[in-house]
């Protein structure tokens, strides 16, 4: 019995510390935490620190965050390149993913952020509304910010939109997301209150000044 104890102590202990890309046939999924040319920025390209945040637009304390990433930035985008990244919680926020799909529909005509301001500002409207409905709003929110329709149209509907929200989504997963916002700086996850504005500049002024 305790041979048999030990060798399946030692099955699990091995089977569970396996780092090969595909495990069962099934490719992993590991987590990128650095930038890269697929995600929406804003800051300088040539920045030592890389911010990334998980975030949900029908979320409301994602949207608390917005004007604090804007002070981020506007006071150490010379340091900080920010990426955001789509984290729908879909379970209870039925509008997320196409919210995230219109924003990645207007980057494909370089208004990521336009698209992104606007449906935030107007998350208490669509955020009550139908998966329908909430589409036709986003829909005149894009051309409210003067995109082509013709292509925003073809876009949301298409398989890119949808493959680049759920990619986002998938490296979040790997990373351990579990709720939104969550912020990481240079791949390590910050643990303080991004909501106060105070807080996020001496962490971040700390870690400029320790590099």
């Known amino acids: 019995v305790a041979a048999l104890l030990i ?13 090969s890309s595909e495990e069962d046939g099934e490719e992993i999924v590991v987590a990128d935490l650095s930038i890269s040319e697929d995600d929406n920025v804003k800051g300088s390209s040539d920045a030592k620190f890389e911010l990334i945040e998980y975030s949900d637009f029908q979320c409301p304390a994602c949207k ?7 002070q981020v930035i506007n006071e150490f985008g010379n340091h900080v390149q920010f ?8 379970r209870i926020h039925p509008n997320a993913q196409a919210a995230a799909e219109a924003t990645e529909a207007a980057a494909l005509q370089g208004e990521f952020w336009p698209m992104h301001d606007i449906i935030f500002e107007n998350q208490a409207t669509w ?18 910010i003067g995109l082509d ?18 990619a986002d989504y998938d490296s979040g997963v790997s990373a351990g997301v ?19 504005y105070g807080q996020f500049r001496e962490f971040l002024r700390e870690e400029i000044k320790s590099d």
């Not at 329709?149 to 759920?166: A, I, P, R, T, Y």
């Not at 579990?178 to 106060?196: D, R």
Request: charged content about 25%; overall charge negative; hydrophobic content about 35%.
């Open 64 to 70: 608390t965050r917005t004007p604090v990433v804007e």
């Open 83 to 90: 990426a955001y990244r789509h984290f729908p919680l879909r």
């Open 178 to 196: 579990n709720s939104t916002p969550t912020f990481f700086l240079n791949g390590e996850k910050v643990n303080i209150n991004t909501a106060n």
């Open 7 to 19: 060798g399946s102590f030692l099955l699990i202990m091995f089977s569970g510390s396996r780092d």
């Open 127 to 144: 955020s009550n509304m139908s998966t329908s409905e909430a589409k036709d709003a986003f829909a005149s929110y894009a051309e409210e």
């Open 149 to 166: 329709m013709e292509k925003f149209n073809q876009d949301v509907d298409g398989s890119l939109v949808e493959k680049q929200v759920n």
